[in-house]
Every structure is written in C-alpha cells, then in structure tokens.
C-alpha cells in the first residue's frame, strides 16, 4: 500500500486547513484509513480515522467538533478538514492505512502497517 500526502502548511491560530491523502496498491477491498500525528516530545495520536466498509469514524477528543475526516472512494482519497486550528494542532501529520477495521482500534492505539511520508502541519501567529 502506497500513501502520498499534500496540503500541509503554515497557518495561524482560528485558520482552517486540509490535508488529501490518495492511496494505492491495496488488496482488499475493506480498509481503515485515517490520520496521525506526531509532534516533538509528545506521544504519537490517532487523529482520526475511518473505514469503508461500514462508514465508521472515529475521532480524538483532542480534535472533535473542529476536524473532519471524508473519503472518496472513487479516487482511493481521504480528506482531513482542520478547523479552527491550534497551536497543540501543530504536529507532522501521516496518513495511515491498515487492512483490518475497525477504525477506531487503528485510532486508540495509533498502530497501522501502512504510512504515509508525512506532512507538516505548524500553526502559529
């Protein structure tokens, strides 16, 4: 499974941001798929994830009510819309992929045999 990354960036604190994650090379046909984080001197965190073959979403109470993971499944993409972002957002971001739903386990437990190469998220005024 191959995971490619985009739309990190800089922004400041109250902005939004979306990351798109398109994935590849995957075997079967139900999946989990969702969003990690990794900031310096802090423990790793399942952002939020979701699988497609019940719809499933789990989020983190860091990050309900502000972030949004969707999918398209035609295109083998999944979206993480960050709102009202702040400066605790601010973190490398891998999606991740792994072939055993559910979701939220991959989430709890920030596990997944498939990565992303990562994108950096920084919020700051």
């Known amino acids: 499974v191959q995971l490619v990354e985009s739309g990190g960036g800089l922004v400041q604190p109250g902005e939004s941001l979306t990351l798109s994650c398109v994935g590849s090379?995957?075997?079967?046909?139900?999946?989990?798929i969702g969003w990690f984080r990794q900031a310096p001197g802090k423990e790793r965190e399942g952002v939020a994830c979701?699988?497609?073959?019940?719809?499933?979403?789990f989020y983190a109470d860091s990050v309900k009510g502000r972030f949004t993971i969707s999918r398209d499944s035609t295109t083998n993409t999944v979206y993480l819309q960050m709102n009202n972002l702040k400066p605790e957002d601010t973190a490398v971001y891998y999606c991740?992929?792994?072939?055993?739903?559910?979701?939220?386990?991959?989430?709890?437990?920030?596990?997944?045999?498939?990565w992303g190469q990562g994108t950096q998220v920084t919020v700051s005024s």
């Open positions: 979701t699988q497609n073959n019940d719809g499933g979403i």
């Open positions: 991740v992929a792994d072939p055993d739903p559910p979701a939220q386990i991959m989430c709890v437990t920030a596990k997944a045999p498939s």
């Open positions: 090379g995957f075997t079967r046909y139900y999946y989990a």
